[in-house]
């Protein structure tokens, strides 16, 4: 089968490899209908985040049709059509049951695997995958993909930045998950969505998902400008989708005394002053996105036409192609790039 | 009128200043009926922070009798018996109805003004004070001023952390406001309670306000033992109530994946790395007590004898002896010290 693998920054090539196959009685492999770049495969090929070995399968976000299933999987059979998280999880472990399936005692991280592929291996498949409702006509399967992992990383921060009705959100990070966060938060009710970006390209997108406003200033100034849209006290709820010191900075002094600040860009050198963050009295969670919680909804939602996420692909790419694919979206030509076979 | 003045580290004095008055119409002054030493007294008392002022006047818990009202003050009468918080506040603007009143846009430090005097100036009294059901007998009025601080920051702590039923609550800090932070725990719910000390008359305490479990270990060994007692999962909910990198640390790496930590000590040179909280997957939530927003409750509580707080005064000394005072909290001779008039 074909597959990405990075050799090191700057250097990803389209590989043939030996075919994925079942492990484990709960594996199950499916035959990848999409692929995706995501922007933390962004971090090891930027030189900022070591590669587990070398070279590194890529890829964690998938959607496919079952191929085959272990002995003990008992949910699936081939032929099914399934989205899965970032992160396989046996959803049945008290930290899965209490909605953490991202912390599953049992979890496996996907970008260890790989699913930048034709055919991916997907352990504890009775948890992980989530039957779509049929075979998914073509316009559906950018945003199907898209719920794997950015809209529902994107989500989760909506969730944890406990946005609502009457709630004036404000996103730092205008990538994907930044989108998307302001698609999560229109959904979950919020009154007032305040994306920080400075691309009009972005912008446009923001305002598509349900942006209010924009703030194109960064740091303190960006603070300074989400207080004056907010009578000098600061956004209910915060999404910080960056993951440097500079937007968690700038997401906790946007956020008002008492507000939440939901955190999901995988944090980089990040750190946090216990007196700054005990006198700023907000809520502070996140962490990888439980998106597995947030599955059958999102799929629903996307059937039945309601939201559209796949709009955050600008660029997609045939499969062999997926060098240009990382480089686009290095160089920010690109937002999201989807691979197709 | 008599107050305590601090005029340096260690150096404590009871002296005769101007009595207290009321400066803006929104102001009452109250002779207050019984003064107390708080753990973050010790902070500057040990020189581990700066004094606003030398001489600073000192305390800023307190509980007494209206003695004079501003002008526009309309809501209390001279005779009223009242309690307030360690933090005046309006209890009308956004951050106070959203509950946050210790955030309160005109809000004022009582330490600042400080409470351990015959009488004291509070600041927007409408706000700020709550009157009790009447005059207290004498057995309740260590319970009634635990409430101005102690006993609010570690309900706050506890609400901050999601105690409640079905849940294990870890409790890092056996002084006063952890070991009120037990009591909390206890009443809103809490399955087990797993209270860390090393004290045996702290641990006896710990097990009357409700603790089921003691863990005596500190550091990694104290993280040990609570995964060890909750499947190795770690706890529900945390309390940190120590200030502390050490008992931040442990309070974190005690918590499950996708649990609460709730913190109260105000930090002292605590640093949060950015990546480790990203993959704890924990909330954390602190800052000062928001005491005002539990008054009523926690007064009524008091009243009708369902808690007994003023359990963690455990040494009384005439007003005039409240150097020793100090000194006593400071060599850990005494948990909570009650000054009588």
Known sequence: MRAVMMYGPGDVRVEEREKSRIEEPTDAVIRVTAACICGSDLWPYRGAEPLGITPQPMGHEYIGI???????VTTLQPGDYVVGSFVASD???????????????HNVMM????????????????GTLVKTPGEPTPDLIPSLLAASDVLGTGWFAAVAAEAGPGKTVAV????????LGILAAKQLGAERIIAMSRHADRQALAKKFGATDIVSERGEAGVAKIKELTNGLGAHSVIEAVGT??????ARQAARMGGH???VGVSHDVDIDGLELFFSSIHLHGGPAPVRQYLEHLIELIWNREIDPGAVFDLTLPFDDAAEGYKAMNERRATKVLLEF
């Open 66 to 72: 079952v191929e085959e299933i272990g002995s003990e």
């Open 91 to 105: 959803n049945t472990c008290e930290i899965c049951q209490a909605g953490y399936q991202s912390r599953c005692v």
């Open 111 to 126: 970008g260890a695997i790989g699913t930048q592929a034709e055919y991916a291996r997907i352990p504890l498949a009775d």
């Open 172 to 179: 730092v990070g205008d990538g994907a998950v930044g989108l």
């Open 245 to 250: 010191q500079e937007a968690m900075d700038q």
């Open 261 to 263: 600040v939901g955190f």
